[in-house]
């Protein structure tokens, strides 16, 4: 591999289908961990996109900040692509980034019309250095230092890792600050911890990795799951019918001798009731090693190797594997139906809608037009979500160049989102007022220092900007940006 591509997002709440990046922070190393180039990119609030005050809080970000960043969300991701898309056969590397990181970045380009798998095509691939800590403490413990929770459990953020590690952070929750914590935590676990590392190295490619799980049959898979080392002695199954990059195995610690021979009803019932199964998402780095790591562990330390034989010898009987194959296609099936009954909104169909050839191609000249022009271009898409993501880009950043009835329809739909009273998967207005009385009443309670209150109190005025912008039955074009800012705090 080339290089190490670490990276890290500040954003404006949880979901990465509905929140956005605030902050990105991306350094390149090369494969003797020396740093060739570092970027570090902000950019403006949405004007569609209403901020969780306590995502702010952990960023230490103000409305006015947010509002007077020089670059606009588009701006910053064209930056962020032309940047990185430049790499390949190398590493894209963050913590607990597979399932959150990634799905932000996926998330950002395919809204913006740009190709969204760049992490895991043209050679390159993905290490979650989370993953690779969690890994190295389940079997080496003495090589990494890990904190307790007030509840006395072992705890995995980064910021603990950095301070039990003797490398805290100055400016934690920074996203270039945070780059150089992960980076610095991966030195450390490599360092004494090499072969571990091939590894997961070895893990982060699918098909290698599925090859490696059909080589091997028996093998030992380790979760960290509520705040538990989980490590399993798993005999290999079959591939997923439906899903491609998904494998089923049996833990070898339960007996076989009379699940072999259910009928597919019994079989289903303990399907679903029972963990007997592990499913094994290859494309999501799990951590699979040697059987050898798993037989140190009770109970699979007990079991003699004629014992372990004799239940994968039992696992092959053909009835049984056909009849598990249509469970999980019945599985995947029933969730698609009941998926394709819920309406969605058009952030959600990244993985369940594709974009057709033509609309391809409109896609990746919809940046070459000048702003005055995006409309008129985007009116050529056949997929109404690619004109709602078009019309969206014009009204974040150049609302004015929108035909009136186009912007008075998103503005509109807009406010029929974020108005809501419904419970919804991103941030509405009321929601957000009633996220901000609840932090006010911690404030009034406890001395939570000027800054939080100046914090509070700008956003408490932005969302009842927001609530009458959007309220408005006639709105003018309005620009979020340093005016606004000034208009509202002053600054």
């Given amino acids: ?43 403006r609030i949405n004007p569609d996109i209403v901020p969780s005050i306590n995502a702010l809080r952990v960023n230490k970000l103000k409305i006015s900040d947010i509002l007077s960043e020089e670059k606009s969300y588009y701006e910053m991701t064209i930056q962020m692509y032309n940047s990185l898309s430049k790499y390949n056969n190398s590493f894209f590397v963050g913590f607990n980034s597979i399932n959150f990181d990634e799905e932000f970045f996926r998330q950002v380009l395919w809204e913006h019309f740009i ?46 890792l950095a301070k039990a590690n003797s490398f805290e952070s100055k400016n934690a929750h920074e996203a270039i600050a945070d780059v150089e914590t992960t980076m610095k935590l991966l030195e450390i676990l490599v360092d004494k911890n090499n072969d571990l590392f091939n590894v997961f190295i070895s893990n982060s490619y699918p098909q290698k990795l599925e090859n490696k799980i059909f080589e091997q049959d028996i ?83 007990e079991l003699t190797d004629e014992e372990i034989h004799l239940k994968c010898k039992q696992l092959k009987k053909n009835e049984f594997l056909e009849n598990l194959n249509k469970i999980l296609e019945k599985e995947s099936f029933d969730y698609n139906e009941n998926k394709s009954q819920e309406i969605l909104f058009e952030e959600e169909t990244i993985y369940s809608q594709k974009v057709n050839y033509s609309d391809s191609q409109i896609m990746n000249r919809f940046h070459d ?103 408005n039955p006639n709105p003018n074009p309005i620009k979020f940006d340093k005016v606004l800012s000034k208009k509202l705090f002053g600054k």
């Avoid at 289908?17 to 350094?27: C, E, N, S, V």
Wanted: proline share 3%; with cysteine; net charge positive.
């Fill in 115 to 160: 190709f969204p798998y760049l992490t895991n095509t043209n050679g390159n691939s993905r290490l979650d250095v989370l993953n690779f800590a969690t890994l190295v403490h389940a079997f080496r413990k003495e090589s990494l230092n890990v904190e307790r929770n007030n509840e006395g459990k072992i705890t995995f953020k980064l910021e603990s």
């Fill in 1 to 43: 591999m080339n290089n190490f591509i670490v990276y890290d997002f500040e954003t404006s709440g949880r979901n990465s289908r509905f929140d956005q990046i605030l902050q990105a922070g991306i350094i390149i190393y090369d494969r003797n961990f020396l740093a060739l180039e570092k970027m570090n990119l902000r950019s």
């Fill in 219 to 301: 093998f030992t898979l380790h979760n960290y799951l509520f705040n538990k080392h989980r490590v399993y002695l798993v005999k290999n199954l079959i591939k997923h019918p439906v899903y491609k990059n998904q494998m089923i195995g049996f833990d070898l610690k339960y007996d076989t001798s009379e699940i072999i021979d259910y009928n597919i009803d019994q079989l289903r019932d303990i399907y679903k009731s029972k963990s007997f199964f592990r499913k094994i998402k290859l494309n999501k780095q799990p951590s699979i090693l040697d059987k050898s790591f798993a037989r140190n562990y009770s109970p699979y330390s």
């Fill in 369 to 471: 037009e000048k702003w005055d022009q995006k409309w008129f271009f985007a009116e050529k898409f056949k997929d109404q979500r690619l004109r709602f993501f078009a019309a969206r880009h014009i009204f974040r950043n150049h609302p004015e160049e929108l035909p009136k009835k186009i912007f008075g329809f998103l503005h509109q739909k807009v406010s029929e989102r974020l108005c809501s009273l419904n419970k919804v998967e991103f941030i509405t207005i009321p929601a957000a007022m009633e996220e901000a009385d609840s932090l006010s009443l911690e404030m009034e309670e406890n001395d939570l220092g000027d800054d939080l209150k100046e914090q509070i109190n700008q956003y408490n005025e932005y969302i009842n900007f927001l609530n009458d912008y959007y309220r």
